[in-house]
């Protein structure tokens, strides 16, 4: 069963590289954005968003850097690049693309 | 788009790689930054801080597993895999201590050995020659068909003619290359000094590093400007800067010193080991010169931009005709030959190269392929170990990956070695193979180092390759299953690596007959008679300034006062001066014809002419076979002795003494007085060139520089100070140059052919031996895999004859047929020898025997120790150890 693994994996690159794309945030940050938008309804595990974190830095899409934090803490925040901002655009154009296409099959009635 | 990912991967690469402790400290703090704030959180949800804790740490999972996977993704992981696999293979080799060093050594003395060998090679024949466009650059020769049709060097007045033609952009004409004299505080010293034409430098592409080169007004009678090299200019004048315009004396001439040339330059067409001082050369006609004589100039000419060296030959040949039906005899003619620069340098030692780059590689190969069979007996012995890691998991590509990982641990650990090995090689081959051209160029550079890095490639796949793949396909069960040790070689493995043996004997069978017919060469070459003694004679080259010795009169009685004194000293027998010695090469080529005949002009024979003086012949030993040799009393008349050759050829009836010859005029005849032994004035491989020695006042100006030959009646070195304080005490601005043994000079003569065998001759002696430990390793492990059989054989009453019989026909099987096949291709390629031989065939029967012996004996070796080994183990013992 690795199919819908992959398929989640998938998902949360996008999901991670949307919430970047508002503003940078450290890990933490992107975990709880994550839950209040979604409403609990995406369950992404606190860890599984690490090495998705890491897999996008090596690949380039996204930067990291150290900054304080209001409470005065170091914290590893994470920016998009510019290959981010690519990879970003390609990944929604074409989730939109299948899940329009696949909203538009589950939906068919017979004629 | 991947270059633009590696600028933000590489730094976090490279940050993973050596600053590993931070990466991780970073990672431990990332996440615990993410626990504590979701602790805070849930104490802001109104937890207590135990529930707090623990319900943040179940939210997030197992922290190492992440942490884990973290790590995958770094790029660093694919290093870390290596690292993993490095150290395993180290702690392994470390473990086979014996193993581990025997190959290494073996490696590194393989690829030192080729390293140093491509260097030579590649900056002797490949190395483009330091000039713009070197590929240009031609010396024009003559070919005078009706002649010997050899080639000559260049005459001057048709050189006028060349200039003419646009197949050449320019082309320069230099005088020979002479010996001056020169002292630098007081101690007199010789110099090479040459006359060129102001253009020489213009067709190298060479300028000067100070100064300038010569200008076209410097060939007008009477410039006294001269150009001198870096070498000189940094000896003799502690290279001082405002060296231009100082004046230098040569042979009590002054010129003024206009320009330095660069460091680097190297003069390659005047055929000398180097040229301290140019002079420039106004070709201003010579009285004596003749349209078809004085060959004697060289002719150095850069082709013009996109003509061909055909094309440009084609118009050389057209002046060539014209000049020959203008100024020459009828029914002669005149051809032109050009010769590309880089191949007059590269010259015959291009077969000698290719030849050692062979033997080389085929050595290295040997090497090669008996690691590879070492390393698979390895693997034979170690399929246990593979086995168990086949069962905990490991996959064959990783168990693949660790084998080559610990091949190219053997061969970069052999290369690095062979690098060092290669350096020191190549300081010696400066030394030793100075009779290669552009020896001194030699050096470890990078094309070097990545023939290295080929090298090791190579090295790791042949090594490492095979052994991987019989390693990944041993089946796990069996291997575990079977006690160590236990099983024997599979028929297919052990054929394998039979087979392996077969082509390290092909390969050792081809080296030991190319140096077996070598060394006959050498052998049949040193054996040659030289026609004079070389041994406890002491030569030297001697000039006398023009300015101080005025007139022939002045410099004979130079000579025969130096002479006098020699004569007179203790140890000294005899003593005389020549204008060229033996084994120097030729010189002063003329006619000589019988007095009263007057054949056409290819008839004509030509001689080397020899001005020399009494006592000359009897210093260097040639054997009086008719007359007498020359006497005091010669000095000045019309009288010769030939050499036999000239004798037999002028006259093949015999009784040449008391006839006469001429040499140009017909009126002015000589008369021999006596005929002695041939000896050789060039190579030793071709017929010896015919003589005649006249005394030294045999042409109108008496010679110098020349050289004198003593000979002594005991070691001839030790004669150097006298010969010395008898120059001194006769004129003290003097210098003596070239001082050396008749017997070095001798030496010389086959130090090129001994350099080569004994590079041939070792590299084969190390595949003989490699290939011979090859063929033992591979019977011996054999044997150590078949106690039990042998054991059960001599229990069931075989006796120790059969089994000594039946271990030696296992173990001579792939020599016989590596034998039978190295013969063959030895047969097949010989040819490709032939031009490198002397006196003895590729096919030679008595060579082709030896290396037959010295296989089967070595074999024979390398097969009884197994052999008698398993015949003497005691069986009960070997039973019992199931």
């Not at chain 2, 010695?581 to 003329?590: I, N, T, Y």
């Not at chain 2, 000589?592 to 030993?621: K, M, N």
Request: hydrophobic share 50%; glycine share 6%.
């Amino acid at each position: 069963m690795s199919k819908p693994t992959d398929l989640v994996q998938g998902t949360l690159d996008l999901l991670v590289l949307k919430m970047l794309d508002l503003r940078p945030m450290n890990g933490w940050m992107i975990s709880q954005s994550l839950k209040r938008v979604s409403g609990d309804k995406l369950q992404v595990s606190d860890g599984s968003l690490y090495p998705a974190l890491h897999k996008l830095e090596q690949g380039g899409w996204v930067k990291a850097e150290w900054r304080q934090t209001e409470n005065n803490r170091r914290a590893k925040f994470y920016s998009l690049t510019r290959l981010g901002k690519k990879a970003l655009r390609k990944e929604t154009d074409e989730w939109l693309r299948l899940s329009e296409a696949i909203t538009l099959v589950v939906n068919l009635t017979e004629a | 788009m991947s270059i633009q990912r590696w600028i933000y991967r590489l730094p976090l690469l490279v940050r993973s790689l050596f600053q590993r402790e931070r990466v991780e400290r970073e990672l431990d703090e990332e996440l615990q930054y993410h626990v504590d704030s979701e602790i805070e959180r849930n104490i802001g949800l109104g937890m207590t801080e135990v529930e707090a804790r623990a319900a943040a740490l179940r939210a997030i999972g197992r922290i190492d597993l992440h942490k884990e996977s973290c790590r995958e993704n770094w790029a660093v992981a694919a290093v870390d895999r290596l690292r993993d696999d490095a150290k395993i293979a180290a702690r392994a080799l470390r473990r086979d201590g014996t193993f581990t060093a025997g190959v290494c050594s073996l490696l590194a003395l393989g690829i030192g050995a080729n390293v140093a060998v491509f260097s030579l090679v590649r900056s002797v024949l490949l190395e483009p020659l330091p000039y713009p466009d070197p590929e240009r650059l031609v010396v024009v020769n003559e070919v005078l068909p009706e002649s010997s049709g050899a080639q000559r060097s260049a005459n001057a007045l048709h050189y006028d003619e060349w200039r003419k033609c646009d197949c050449f952009e320019d082309i320069a004409l230099a005088e020979y290359v002479q010996e001056v004299n020169f002292s630098v505080d007081a101690v007199p010293e010789r110099l090479l000094r040459v006359r060129v034409t102001p253009n020489a430098f213009s067709v190298m592409g060479v300028s000067a590093q100070l100064g300038r080169t010569f200008l076209p007004e410097d060939g007008n009678a009477g410039s006294n400007a001269a150009v001198i090299s870096d070498a000189l200019w940094r000896r003799a004048f502690g290279s001082n800067p405002d060296i231009l315009g100082a004046t230098i004396t040569l042979d009590g001439e002054q010129s003024v010193i206009v320009g330095v040339l660069p460091r680097g330059f190297r003069d390659y067409w005047n055929r000398s080991p180097r040229v301290d001082v140019y002079r420039p050369w106004g070709p201003a006609r010579l009285s004596w010169w003749n349209w078809n004589n004085n060959y004697s100039y060289t002719a150095l000419a850069r082709i013009a931009r996109g003509v061909s060296p055909e094309a440009a030959l084609d118009h050389l040949n057209a002046i060539q005709a014209a000049i020959a039906s203008e100024h020459f005899d009828a029914g002669l003619t005149l051809r032109g030959a050009l010769t590309p620069l880089h191949e007059l340098v590269t010259g015959s030692s291009r077969e000698s190269l290719l030849l050692l780059l062979a033997a080389v590689a085929a050595a290295f190969a040997v090497a090669c392929l008996n690691i590879a069979n070492l390393m698979l007996a390895r693997a034979k012995v170690r399929s246990r170990e593979v086995g168990i890691r086949a069962a905990l998991g490991a996959s064959r590509f990783a168990i693949f990956r660790g084998v080559l990982v610990e091949s190219s641990i053997l061969a970069a650990a052999g290369a690095a070695a062979g690098v060092i090995i290669a350096a020191s090689a190549l300081a010696w081959l400066r030394s030793a193979a100075a009779t290669l051209p552009r020896v001194e160029e030699l050096r470890i550079d990078m094309p070097a180092l990545l023939a290295a890095l080929a090298l090791t490639a190579i090295a790791t796949l042949v090594i490492g390759t095979l052994p991987a793949i019989r390693m990944t396909r041993a089946a796990p069960q069996e291997s575990l299953r079977v006690a160590r040790g236990a099983v024997g070689d599979s028929p297919r493995g052990a054929r394998f690596r039979q087979s392996l043996v077969v082509a390290e004997v092909g390969l050792t069978v081809g080296l030991l007959v190319a140096a077996g017919l070598l060394l006959t060469s050498f052998v049949r070459l040193n054996a040659v008679d030289r026609g004079f003694d070389p041994t406890n004679v002491l030569t030297a080259q001697i000039g006398l300034p023009a300015a101080t010795y005025r007139d022939n009169a002045a410099k004979l009685a130079f000579y025969d006062a130096l002479l006098a004194d020699a004569r007179g000293r203790p140890g000294a027998r005899a003593a005389g001066v020549t204008s060229a010695l033996p084994l120097r090469g030729r010189s002063w080529g003329a006619e000589a014809v019988p007095a009263g005949t007057d054949p056409p002009v290819q008839e004509r024979l030509e001689v080397d002419y020899r001005y020399v003086s009494a006592g000359y012949l009897e210093a260097i030993g040639v054997r009086l076979v008719a007359g007498r040799t020359l006497e005091p009393t010669d000095m000045g008349r019309k009288v010769a002795v030939l050499s036999a050759a000239t004798a037999r050829a002028l006259w093949p009836e015999g009784g040449a003494v008391g006839r006469r010859f001429y040499n140009g005029a017909p009126d002015d005849t000589f008369e021999v007085v006596g005929v002695v032994s041939d000896a050789y004035s060039s190579s030793l491989e071709a017929d010896p060139t015919p003589l005649v020695y006249e005394p030294l006042t045999a042409t109108f100006f008496v010679f110098t520089p020349v050289s004198i030959a003593i000979r002594t009646s005991g070691e001839p070195l030790a004669a150097v100070a006298m010969l010395r304080s008898a120059v001194a005490a006769l004129d003290p601005t003097l210098a003596l140059s070239r001082i050396e043994t008749m017997a070095a000079i001798d030496d010389a003569a086959l130090a090129a052919r001994r350099f080569q065998m004994l590079l041939v001759a070792a590299f084969a002696a190390a595949a003989l031996l490699i290939a011979s430990l090859g063929s033992y390793s591979v019977l011996a492990y054999s044997v150590a895999t078949r106690t039990q059989e042998i054991a059960m054989r001599m229990a069931l009453g075989a006796d120790q004859g059969t089994i000594v019989a039946m271990v030696l026909r296992q173990g001579l099987k792939p020599v016989l047929i590596g034998l039978l096949a190295g013969i063959a291709a030895a047969l097949a390629l010989g040819r490709f020898l032939a031009g490198m031989l002397y006196g003895v065939e590729p096919s030679d029967p008595a060579t082709l025997l030896s290396v037959v012996g010295v296989i089967l004996i070595s074999a024979l070796i390398a097969s009884w120790v197994p052999a008698w080994r398993a015949a003497n183990a005691p069986p009960l013992e070997a039973l019992r150890d199931q």
